[in-house]
T-cell receptor, first 112, second 113 residues
């Protein structure tokens, strides 16, 4: 079945770039998402990319997709302490109906 | 403003009791979902519903039940059969189509005392 994997922790200094990585298994046409979760709250969509794209940039966020390796990354430029949160990678296949498969989440710590 | 609302934010349950978590959305979304979140395990799908009066089991449905009598509402009951119910529960909704994002509620933290 489908699976999404990501590392559990990342620690960076304020002002540095953060790169959060994710791998997925579904090889069909797919939407890939990055969600952010702050403590005690629900998830909010940060950005998404369709599997026929290689890159998407939105202000400080850059998403890179390597479809051959099924590898997705989220780069946050000039990371701030307010970026400290859990970041979830998720995928939703065009053949998968309504189900969205989430990774375990990467907890980003930003040190001042 | 449109959104998805979960209540209560915190819930305490005695062992052997059933409790019901509320989820309401005014986004006119067809599909609604319940996820369970445990530390280090991400989100696991409990139940989902694509239309009114229809729902399907997710990956960890045992010990839970749901209903979908109205498009706006998708309550989750945690029954006494759920052996380890302490967790953070998240409700989400989406419109039709594979590319649409999921909108999440703020979550309910359930603790067994």
């Amino acid at each position: 079945g489908e699976d999404v994997e990501q590392s559990l922790f990342l620690s960076v200094r304020e002002g540095d770039s953060s790169v959060i990585n994710c791998t997925y298994t579904d090889s069909s046409s797919t939407y890939l998402y990055w969600y952010k979760q702050e403590p005690g709250a629900g998830l909010q969509l940060l950005t998404y990319i369709f599997s026929n794209m290689d890159m998407k940039q939105d202000q400080r966020l850059t998403v890179l997709l390597n479809k051959k390796d099924k590898h997705l990354s989220l780069r946050i430029a000039d990371t701030q302490t307010g970026d400290s949160a859990i970041y979830f990678c998720a995928e939703r296949s065009l053949t998968g109906g309504f189900k969205t498969i989430f990774g375990a989440g990467t907890r980003l710590f930003v040190k001042a | 403003d449109g959104g998805i609302t979960q209540s209560p934010k915190y819930l305490f349950r005695k062992e052997g009791q059933n409790v019901t978590l509320s989820c309401e959305q005014n986004l006119n979304h067809d599909a609604m979902y319940w996820y369970r979140q445990d530390p280090g395990q991400g989100l696991r799908l409990i139940y989902y519903s694509q239309i009114v009066n229809d729902f399907q089991k997710g990956d960890i449905a045992e010990g839970y039940s749901v209903s979908r009598e109205k498009k706006e509402s998708f309550p989750l009951t945690v029954t006494s059969a759920q052996k380890n119910p302490t967790a953070f529960y998240l409700c989400a909704s989406t419109s039709q189509g594979a590319g649409t994002e999921a909108f999440f509620g703020q979550g309910t933290r359930l603790t067994v005392v």
